[in-house]
C-alpha cells in the first residue's frame, strides 16, 4: 500500500510569491491534515480537510489555505511568502480523521529567500 | 501557550541502558495521547498511544505511562538502541476532536554505542 506523498520535496521561494504543496494521501483514506514543522515549535496544525470541505483550522494568518478535491488529495496554498514561512510542511492522511494514528508523508521543506 | 510540553529538548542515552521521555499537558480535556518518532528527512511515524482510562501501554520495547492527576506522560525505551535516534514527539487529542491532535515541540534522542 502506497503511504503519503508529497510533492515537490524541497522548494526554494523568495519574499512576496506565493507557493502550492501537493499531498496525495494513502488510498482510501479520506481526511489529509497539514502541519508546520519549524525548530522549537514542533508540528503546528494548520488544517484538516475531510471529504474537500474543510473541517479544522489551526491558528494560521489567511495566506495559508488549502483545499482538498475529490480524490482526497489536497492541495496547500501560501500567498505573499514571509522568511518566517521557511519551515518542513508536513501531510498526514487517516482514514476518517476520527481515528488515530495519522500517516504522514515526508514533507515539503520551504525555504524563503 | 503550549498545551503539550516536552521540557527537555534533547537526551543523551548509553546503548542498552533505559531511555525516558517526559510530556506534559495541560488540557484535562485530552483523552488520547500518542508519541511520534522522526528521523531526518523524514515524516513522524507512530510509535505507540494510550487512551485515558489506562495508565500503561507496551510494545515490545516501547512503554508508555500516564499520570492523568499530574497531567503527565513518559516514554520508557529498554533497551535503548542506537536506530532509536530521533526525535520523539508526544500528542494528544482532545474528547471532543479527534481529528485535532495537537503535537509538543519534540525530544531529539541520542543513542550512544
Known amino acids: 500500500k502506497a503511504g503519503v506523498t508529497q510533492t515537490p520535496r524541497y522548494l526554494i521561494k523568495t519574499r512576496g510569491q506565493q507557493v502550492t504543496l501537493s499531498c496525495s494521501p494513502i488510498?482510501?483514506?479520506?481526511?489529509v491534515s497539514w502541519y508546520q514543522q519549524t525548530p522549537g515549535q514542533g508540528l503546528q496544525f494548520l488544517f484538516e480537510?475531510?471529504?474537500?470541505?474543510?473541517?479544522n483550522k489551526g491558528n494560521f494568518p489567511g495566506r495559508f489555505s488549502g483545499r482538498q478535491f475529490s480524490n482526497s488529495r489536497s492541495e496547500m496554498n501560501v500567498s505573499t511568502l514571509e522568511l518566517g514561512d521557511s519551515a518542513l510542511y508536513l501531510c498526514?492522511?487517516?482514514?476518517?480523521?476520527?481515528?488515530?494514528?495519522?500517516?504522514f508523508g515526508d514533507g515539503t521543506r520551504l525555504s524563503i529567500l | 501557550d503550549q498545551q503539550v510540553k516536552q521540557n527537555s529538548p534533547s537526551l543523551s542515552v548509553q546503548e542498552g541502558r533505559i531511555s525516558i521521555l517526559n510530556c506534559d499537558y495541560t488540557?484535562?480535556?485530552?483523552?488520547?495521547f500518542l508519541w511520534y518518532k522522526k528521523y531526518p528527512a523524514e515524516g513522524p511515524t507512530f510509535l505507540i498511544s494510550?487512551?485515558?482510562?489506562?495508565d500503561k501501554n507496551e510494545d515490545g520495547r516501547f512503554t508508555v505511562f500516564l499520570n492523568k492527576s499530574a497531567k503527565h506522560l513518559s516514554l520508557h525505551i529498554v533497551p535503548s538502541q542506537p536506530g532509536d535516534s530521533a526525535v520523539y514527539f508526544c500528542?494528544?487529542?482532545?474528547?471532543?476532536?479527534?481529528?485535532?491532535?495537537?503535537f509538543g515541540p519534540g525530544t531529539s534522542l541520542s543513542v550512544i554505542p
Open positions: 498526514a492522511s487517516s482514514f476518517m480523521g476520527i481515528e488515530q494514528p495519522q500517516h
Open positions: 488510498s482510501g483514506h479520506r481526511s
Open positions: 480537510y475531510f471529504s474537500e470541505t474543510q473541517r
Open positions: 488540557n484535562s480535556m485530552f483523552d488520547y
Open positions: 494510550i487512551s485515558s482510562i489506562k
Open positions: 500528542a494528544a487529542s482532545p474528547k471532543t476532536s479527534y481529528d485535532k491532535v495537537i
